[in-house]
C-alpha cells in the first residue's frame, strides 16, 4: 500500500510540518510506502507553462516523479496554512500542475461534441489539513474547504474526503493542539482500515 503526504509551508518548526510528519510515522507504522513530498524544500516549481497546457502533460522528469507518487498512492494527504483564503501559491501550484489531464481526471466524447467528465482517482481516500490564524469558521475558511472537497477532490472521483480546519492557530493551547493531532490520528487510522 502507498500513500502520498504534501506539505507546503516554508517553515520547518511550524505546526504544519508536526502534522504532516506525524501522519507520515502513523501510515509507516500501518506498512505504508510513503511518498513524502515538501514543496519548499524540493523548491517546486509551480508555474504551469503554455507548452504544458497545450500539451496537457508535463515532459518534466519532476512533474513525472509527482505524478506517479500520485497514481500509486492509495491514500492522499494534503497540509498546509490558510494564506489569504488559499493554499499557498506553492501548493496551487502543485494541483494545477500535477492534477492534470489524463493523470486525475479526463474527458471523453466525439470529436467536436459536448464531453463527458471522467474521474481518475476513485477508489483514493483522501484528506486536507490545515491551519489559519482565522479567530472564527468564517465564509472564507469555508470557501477553502469547498475548494479542495468540492472543485478538487470530489472533481477527480475521491468519494467522501476530508478536510480538516484548525483556526485560531494563534491562540491555541498545547492541549487543544494535542486534541487536533488525536483527531487527526484518527482520521488517518480509519483511511489505512477503509483501504485495506
Not at 26 to 49: C, G, I, M
Not at 53 to 74: C, N, P, T, V, W
Not at 157 to 175: K, L, M, N, Q, W
Amino acid at each position: 500500500m502507498q500513500a502520498l503526504v504534501v506539505i507546503a509551508h516554508p517553515l520547518k518548526d511550524s505546526f504544519n510540518h508536526v502534522i504532516a510528519e506525524r501522519i507520515a510515522e502513523r501510515l509507516k507504522a500501518s506498512n505504508y510506502t510513503v511518498h513524502f513530498h515538501d514543496l519548499y524544500e524540493q523548491a517546486f516549481d509551480p508555474v504551469l507553462t503554455s507548452e504544458e497546457m497545450k500539451r496537457k502533460f508535463s515532459l518534466d522528469a519532476g512533474i513525472q516523479i509527482h505524478y506517479e507518487s500520485l497514481e500509486s498512492s492509495d491514500i492522499l494527504v494534503f497540509v498546509h496554512p490558510d494564506w489569504w483564503g488559499a493554499p499557498p501559491a506553492i501548493l496551487k501550484g502543485w494541483i494545477d500542475r500535477v492534477f492534470s489531464p489524463g493523470i486525475a481526471y479526463d474527458y471523453e466524447g466525439a470529436e467536436f461534441m459536448v464531453k463527458d467528465k471522467i474521474p481518475l482517482l476513485t477508489g483514493k481516500k483522501a484528506g486536507v489539513f490545515i491551519t489559519s490564524n482565522q479567530e472564527k469558521f468564517d465564509s472564507a475558511l469555508i470557501n477553502l474547504r469547498h475548494f479542495w472537497l468540492k472543485q478538487v477532490l470530489q472533481f477527480c472521483g475521491i468519494a467522501d474526503p476530508v478536510c480538516e480546519i484548525f483556526y485560531d492557530i494563534r491562540h491555541s493551547t498545547f492541549a487543544q493542539r494535542q486534541e487536533w493531532m488525536d483527531k487527526i490520528d484518527g482520521i488517518i487510522t480509519s483511511f489505512t482500515k477503509e483501504v485495506c
